[in-house]
């Protein structure tokens, strides 16, 4: 029995008869709606059910109402993503992340651990996938490996597992610190291309050396411990090297001890190359996603009656 439907015996009589005669029964809950839910959207009221008839419950899911998609329980649903779009066919972005990410933008806004790292390169990978030829914009609020009292929250090689995907990948890679970028996260914002590294005007930038949390064990542990260290101490210097062309000495003096930089310093150091101002105007591209999902609800619809059209010789 459906939201706000009469008895099975009664089911081939139309609405508006059924209405008059007999009583509406209303479920405590159907389809996910409580009875409060389903009185506020009008399904229990006599006078809507005699002026637009019985709802079908199957056009109320929203994969329906988004899609147009009316998928049967017995057929199979099979997913597919259309290259150069970044988005399924004739589908708007259903959230925030995915508007985002439909935009080419990957926004890091948290400490680089592993299941951080493993959804930036995914979006990574997906957008040199979908459309290589555009940039691919990377938007930095983090605090790196390490908070800034110099705790380690995660292995400095997920900083460079990003930093060799960013490389990896065939797009152009545009920098943007939201808010601060310490650490790791500051070598990710310098990693962008030349003339493309941004900042806001109150953006904080530090450079830090990798660090490990205190550790006990026997004197082959801890040394095995420091070897790696001082492996992540010179790959550190040597990106921020390449990336700001000092040498190597001097990076290594400079991140020796944390080192926070203004966004016009850091421009002077080699990290950022512009500070982005309120009324720079933002380069974005404009979609109408209302126009899109109308699109791809009739070519969809279209295509469910070509085989109809086909069985009858068109």
């Known amino acids: 029995?459906?939201?706000?439907?009469?008895?099975?015996?009664?089911?081939?009589?139309?609405?508006?008869?059924?209405?008059?005669?007999?009583?509406?029964?209303?479920?405590?809950?159907?389809?996910?709606?409580?009875?409060?839910?389903?009185?506020?959207?009008?399904?229990?009221?006599?006078?809507?059910?005699?002026r637009h008839g019985a709802p079908d419950p199957e056009l109320m899911r929203a994969k329906a109402f988004y899609c147009g998609d009316d998928v049967q329980p017995n057929q199979r649903i099979a997913t597919r993503m259309a290259a150069g779009t970044g988005a399924a066919p004739g589908q708007a972005p259903p959230d925030l992340p995915s508007l985002l990410l439909d935009g080419r933008i990957c926004y890091i806004g948290m400490p680089l651990v592993p299941a951080v790292t493993?959804?930036?390169?995914?979006?990574?990978?997906?957008?040199?996938?979908s459309y290589p030829e555009k940039p691919v914009y990377?938007?930095?609020?983090?605090?790196?490996?390490?908070?800034?009292?110099?705790?380690?929250?995660?292995?400095?090689?997920?900083?460079?597992?990003?930093?060799?995907?960013?490389?990896?990948?065939?797009?152009?890679?545009?920098?943007?610190?939201?808010?601060?970028?310490?650490?790791?996260?500051a070598m990710i914002l310098a990693s962008g291309k030349k003339g493309c590294r941004f900042a806001l005007p109150h953006a904080r930038i530090m450079t830090a050396p990798p660090r490990i949390n205190r550790s006990f064990g026997s004197t082959s542990n801890i040394m095995i411990k420091a070897n790696e260290l001082e492996y992540n101490t010179q790959t550190y210097v040597e990106f921020l090297s390449k990336y700001t062309g000092r040498e190597k000495e001097e990076v290594r003096k400079d991140v020796g001890r944390n080192r926070y930089f203004t966004p016009e310093q850091a421009i002077e150091y080699g990290l950022i190359d512009r500070i982005v101002q309120p009324?720079?105007?933002?380069?974005?591209?404009?979609?109408n996603y209302e126009a899109m999902l109308a699109k791809a609800q009739a070519q969809q619809r279209g295509s469910r009656r070509a085989p109809e059209g086909a069985e009858a010789g068109y």
């Open 1 to 50: 029995m459906g939201i706000g439907f009469y008895p099975e015996e009664a089911s081939t009589s139309s609405a508006h008869d059924l209405s008059s005669q007999q009583e509406l029964i209303i479920p405590k809950a159907a389809y996910g709606l409580s009875t409060r839910q389903m009185a506020a959207l009008g399904f229990t009221d006599p006078e809507n059910l005699q």
């Open 118 to 129: 493993e959804l930036v390169i995914s979006e990574l990978l997906w957008l040199n996938f």
């Open 138 to 185: 990377v938007y930095l609020h983090s605090i790196g490996s390490q908070t800034p009292d110099g705790q380690a929250v995660g292995f400095d090689t997920e900083a460079y597992a990003i930093l060799d995907t960013l490389n990896y990948i065939r797009p152009e890679i545009h920098t943007v610190v939201v808010g601060q970028a310490f650490g790791n996260a």
């Open 279 to 287: 009324q720079d105007s933002v380069a974005m591209e404009e979609k």
